[in-house]
């Protein structure tokens, strides 16, 4: 439906920002649930663990005075439903739950990297998600050569791989995820730059994964990559999440991704939400930012209908999507 012409990277820069990512003291720290009532019926206990997947078949290009690499790093956390009683601090390395879960793969912004993000995505993992984070080699904060936005149009590829990477430790007897994935329904979900890629891979023609089944992007922008072209492909359940407040990624940016997709898909405004809404009170007296609760709840929704099937799930988007005066929610 729509292509977006080619662009040099300082440009890109300018219209994403010169951060694009998230502090680690940004995310809420909070081991609580925020999910809505009927999602928190079964919450489970949560493990992580990392793995260490390298591409072997994808370089990585020089950056600065880094020279470059043959094969590309991902080392991914993995936070996923564990064996043992729900809440508290997540379990590293606990024995999976019974039973075999959606896969979602989350994707960072600049400057930043999976782990940063962990209080966000355990509850993703509580609510019955594995969810793999990648840090990819070149935009993550420790990136050899400096964090670089200009490897972005590589990530939808990163994010293949680890798709394929986890269902094989799915498969393999010897791994400790062994039957723990539904490779029937795996999402993609993103912030910011990683939102960027997670739209890469799932709705551009450069490198759509077919084995997608739905796709979430927090405060993303369509970006171009190489002749792709936007939302030509199957149609895929989209939830888009945005602050109005934005001052990295305008809000504009994902009011035009909701207008060139095709249905289902939802957008999540958060009224007066800065870049990053999921962000905690940086001191004791600073009231919690309200919005938090709305994007775990909302990405759980959304997920639990076209991951696991719950038609009962968008009644529950709907009403945790509008909250007065905090976020409200547009259809198609």
């Known amino acids: 439906m729509k292509r977006v012409g080619r662009v040099g990277i300082a440009t890109i820069a300018a219209v994403v920002g010169v951060a694009v990512g998230v502090p680690a003291s940004t995310v809420?720290?909070?081991?609580?649930?925020?999910?809505?009532?009927a999602a928190r019926a079964h919450?489970?206990?949560?493990?992580?663990?990392?793995?260490?997947?390298?591409d072997r078949a994808r370089p990585t290009p020089a950056n600065g005075a880094y020279p470059g690499s043959p094969s590309r790093a991902l080392p991914t956390i993995v936070l996923y439903p564990a064996r043992g009683k729900p809440g508290g601090s997540d379990r590293r390395d606990a024995p999976p739950a019974s039973g075999s879960f959606p896969l979602v793969v989350f994707s960072h912004g600049s400057d930043s990297n999976g782990p940063t993000y962990e209080p966000l995505l355990r509850q993703w993992a509580a609510a019955g998600y594995v969810v793999a984070a990648p840090t990819f080699p070149l935009s993550s904060q420790d990136a050899p050569g400096g964090s670089t936005i200009a490897d972005?149009?590589?990530?939808?590829?990163?994010?293949?791989?680890?798709?394929?990477?986890?269902?094989?430790?799915n498969r393999d007897r010897a791994s400790h995820f062994r039957g723990t994935i539904d490779p029937r329904h795996v999402a993609v979900v993103g912030h910011s730059l990683g939102a960027i890629t997670?739209?890469?891979?799932a709705?551009?023609?450069c490198c759509a994964d077919p084995r997608i089944r739905a796709?979430?992007?927090?405060?993303g922008i369509e970006l171009p990559f190489g002749t792709g072209t936007f939302f030509t492909g199957r149609p895929l359940p989209l939830l888009l999440l945005h602050g109005d407040a934005d001052q990295t990624i305008p809000y504009a940016s994902s009011q035009r991704i909701f207008a060139d997709a095709p249905s289902p898909k939802y957008f999540?405004?958060?009224?007066?939400?800065?870049?990053t809404s999921f962000r905690q009170a940086t001191t004791a007296a600073e009231p919690a930012p309200p919005w938090e609760p709305?994007?775990?709840?909302?990405?759980?929704?959304?997920?639990?209908?076209?991951?696991?099937?719950?038609?009962?799930?968008?009644?529950?988007?709907?009403?945790?999507?509008?909250?007065?005066?905090?976020?409200?929610?547009?259809?198609?």
């Open 268 to 275: 999540v405004t958060l009224h007066g939400a800065p870049h």
């Open 28 to 37: 809420a720290a909070s081991p609580r649930s925020v999910l809505s009532p």
């Open 203 to 205: 709705v551009n023609s």
């Open 215 to 219: 796709v979430v992007s927090i405060d």
């Open 198 to 201: 997670t739209l890469g891979v």
């Open 43 to 54: 919450v489970f206990a949560v493990g992580v663990r990392t793995e260490a997947f390298v």
């Open 294 to 332: 709305v994007v775990v709840a909302s990405v759980t929704d959304f997920l639990d209908r076209y991951l696991k099937g719950k038609r009962e799930a968008l009644a529950r988007l709907s009403r945790d999507a509008t909250v007065a005066g905090v976020a409200s929610m547009q259809t198609g």
């Open 152 to 169: 972005y149009p590589n990530q939808p590829g990163d994010v293949s791989f680890v798709i394929t990477a986890m269902l094989r430790l």
